[in-house]
């Protein structure tokens, strides 16, 4: 996709102007002690740590928000914010908050952080990168006895990889409907906040208003591939993708499998295989970098020797426009419309609660992340982000930035995911980089 359409999708644009301005875009506004590094070793043994909570004799990693696993992880995290002298504190949506002084109490923090909470079978780098990071900035301030003008804030937010909750509740985008949701632990989110420690019953005093904090800033793995590919180091994400679930039910007649002919079925198993390929050719007829998924289905009855009579799916579609996402979704109803007359069947769509916008990461900030990581001696490479985070909630009310680092083999949301420690230490570094200058703008 071409840089100016991309500008011009996202509905955040403005967010994204002035917030350092133009002359403090030079190399001389890389203000960071270059002398400051983070501590290798020391974040690929925590990664390895927290990979301990939720992990079963195979290797394979089960942190899903509000579990016990998940809860255990959190106050293993919480105890080493406290060590390093956060004080941390979870807020009415379950995100954990740790503050740090600065020298002038009345400039607004710089807030860094990600998530630990993984989705089944999930990797031990997503999300958990980010939030080790942001401790491991915290520590190396600590151990070189740097105090930041502004204060620094490292948030930690709850259940990301379940919608993106606790950053949603914090910019205001969590509805009562939302709150009712099944989360993958089986609670509803409402239930899942109180098992981490946060009151859905005052949602609202999560909630942060925009101006109440300098900037966002996320250090996270790509979750793909094309960094590993071209032999980058650092990736300089400008976008984040809007992200809308429906749930899809197609309903035909369950009967005998043997006694009904092939031309008096309505089977829904084989209206819904229509229009997954309706789906697949509908997000490709027109060019751009927007992606349709049907990721769940359930058949109904269920068995050799009866007709599906009814048949669920989960229809995902994302892109940076959400002006796109509604067009693609108009056109795969039309598509639906007319396999359910063809195969006498209906089929009809839910809407799913807890949708992502599309945003736009600050330009300005995307400058410095990238002279930063210049500075240090890294490639890099400006890119969209495929993936939903926390910060293009954060987007809503404060400008943002995300550090993307290689995954190898560009697999993600797996227990074969994987980011090396150098990667790991190139993309702290620049974190660490990038906050010491905003600091001094």
């Not at 491991?136 to 490292?154: A, F, K, S, W, Y």
């Not at 989960?314 to 796109?324: F, M, V």
């Not at 410095?368 to 500075?375: D, E, G, H, L, S």
Request: proline letters at 3%.
């Amino acid at each position: 996709m071409k840089r100016r359409t991309f500008i011009k999708q996202s509905s955040l644009t403005a967010l994204s102007l002035g917030f350092l301005g133009a002359t403090q875009l030079s190399g001389k506004s890389i203000a960071g002690d270059k002398t400051l590094k983070v501590n290798s070793q020391r974040i690929e043994n925590r990664i390895m740590e927290l990979a301990q909570f939720g992990r079963d004799d195979k290797g394979r990693g089960y942190r899903v928000a509000y579990t016990k696993v998940d809860i255990e992880g959190r106050a293993w995290f919480m105890d080493l914010m406290k060590k390093v002298g956060l004080d941390p504190t979870i807020d009415a949506a379950g995100n954990i908050i740790g503050k740090r002084k600065g020298k002038n109490a009345s400039l607004k923090p710089i807030a860094f952080g990600s998530h630990i909470d993984m989705v089944p079978d999930g990797g031990n780098y997503d999300g958990t990168l980010g939030s080790i990071c942001a401790l491991e900035v915290i520590e190396i301030l600590n151990e070189n006895n740097v105090t930041t003008d502004h204060p620094l804030e490292v948030i930690i937010f709850g259940n990301e990889e379940g919608g993106t909750i606790g950053s949603k509740a914090i910019t205001s985008g969590l509805t009562k409907e939302g709150l009712q949701q099944k989360s993958q632990s089986g609670l509803t989110m409402a239930d899942g906040i109180k098992a981490i420690g946060g009151n859905p019953d005052n949602i609202i005093n999560s909630i942060k208003k925009r101006g109440d904090i300098k900037a966002f800033l996320e250090l996270h793995i790509e979750q793909g591939g094309i960094l590993e590919k071209e032999n980058i180091q650092i990736g300089v994400v400008e976008g984040i993708v809007g992200i809308v679930h429906w749930e899809v039910t197609v309903e035909g007649f369950a009967n005998h499998a043997g006694s009904t002919p092939m031309n008096m079925r309505q089977d829904a198993l084989l209206a819904a295989s229509q229009f997954i390929i309706a789906v697949n050719e509908v997000i490709n007829s027109i060019k751009g970098s927007q992606v349709g998924t049907i990721g769940k289905i359930a058949v109904q009855p269920g068995a050799y020797n009866v007709i599906p009579g009814k048949v669920l799916l989960g229809l995902e579609i994302r892109d940076l426009s959400s002006d796109k996402i509604e067009m693609l979704y108009s056109e795969i109803e039309k598509r639906a419309a007319t396999i359910a007359v063809a195969s006498k069947t209906t089929i009809s769509f839910e809407r799913q609660a807890n949708p992502s916008k599309p945003a736009l990461t600050d330009k300005s900030l995307q400058q410095v992340i990238n002279a930063t990581a210049k500075t240090l001696g890294f490639t890099t490479k400006f890119m969209q982000s495929g993936a939903g985070h926390d910060s293009q909630h954060m987007a809503v009310i404060a400008p943002v930035a995300m550090i993307f680092i290689p995954s190898v083999g560009g697999i993600s949301h797996s227990s074969k995911e994987f980011s090396t420690a150098a990667d790991m230490a190139n993309g702290g570094n620049v974190l660490l980089q990038t906050i010491l200058s905003i600091d001094k703008v």
